[in-house]
């Protein structure tokens, strides 16, 4: 099992729907989560921290389930300039062996 | 002000070559760091730096070595370039002891090895 896993995608979403996707990890010793959010050809950039109690920032919502090893993020009303790639990342312990990207989830707003 | 700053932004070479690429952060930040991405857009941590500690991801080849003359700089040294190290590489810094562990991606250098 890989250590941190997303859909791909493309999600292909009409604007102004709602849209969530997960990210699973395998180290049950994790001890912070992420979502990072990187348009084309861009950088990576800071969406959102995940809590354990859940958070919300706008219309993103980040959740994590311990239980089942897993974070999510809902987007409601979704907007065209929300298409990007999102990336969960998963903090294991301190330096480069504990922090990992999965791969991104690939977001496509359609008007 | 650009906060994560990297030179070259494009870099073309040939195999065999020897090249580095510099990363400058005003942020005050502690702690700096190389990624990898590839052309599955696969973005891997290479070299986690907070000033006085070097953790380097056991995958990375010894070709590539992270040197940095302050804090503020990690410049990433590569030698003996191979095809396969086309990629995009991202430096990136954050406060070690933050408790978010945001970390500040630079532009990017987009790699090609020829």
């Known amino acids: 099992r890989k250590e941190v896993e997303q859909d791909p995608g493309p999600f292909n979403v009409p604007e102004g729907a709602t849209v969530a996707f997960n990210c699973t990890y395998s180290?049950?010793?994790?001890?912070?989560f992420f979502w990072y959010r990187q348009d084309c050809r861009k950088e990576p950039k800071l969406l959102m921290s995940?809590?354990?109690s859940g958070n919300e920032d706008g219309r993103f919502t980040a959740q994590l389930n311990r239980a089942s090893q897993y974070i999510s993020l809902l987007i409601r009303d979704s907007k065209l300039s929300d298409s990007a790639t999102y990336l969960c990342?998963?903090?294991?312990?301190?330096?480069?062996?504990?922090?990992?990207f999965g791969k991104g989830t690939h977001l496509i707003i359609q008007p | 002000d650009t906060a994560v700053s990297q030179t070259p932004k494009y870099l073309v070479t040939q195999m065999g070559n020897d090249k580095s690429i510099k990363c400058e952060q005003n942020?005050?930040?502690?702690?700096m760091y190389w990624y990898k991405q590839d052309s599955k857009k696969f973005l891997k941590i290479m070299f986690s730096?907070?000033?006085?500690?070097?953790?380097i991801n056991e995958t990375v080849p010894n070709r590539f070595s992270p040197k940095s003359p302050d804090k503020a700089h990690l410049n990433l040294h590569i030698n003996s370039l191979e095809l396969g190290d086309s990629a995009v590489y991202f430096c990136?810094?954050?406060?070690?002891?933050?408790?978010?562990?945001?970390?500040?991606f630079g532009p990017g250098t987009r790699l090609t090895v020829t």
């Open positions: 990136a810094s954050s406060h070690f002891a933050g408790p978010t562990y945001e970390q500040y």
């Open positions: 180290n049950s010793a994790s001890q912070s």
């Open positions: 990342v998963v903090i294991s312990g301190g330096g480069a062996d504990g922090l990992t």
């Open positions: 730096y907070n000033n006085k500690e070097l953790i």
């Open positions: 942020l005050g930040h502690d702690t």
């Open positions: 995940v809590y354990s």
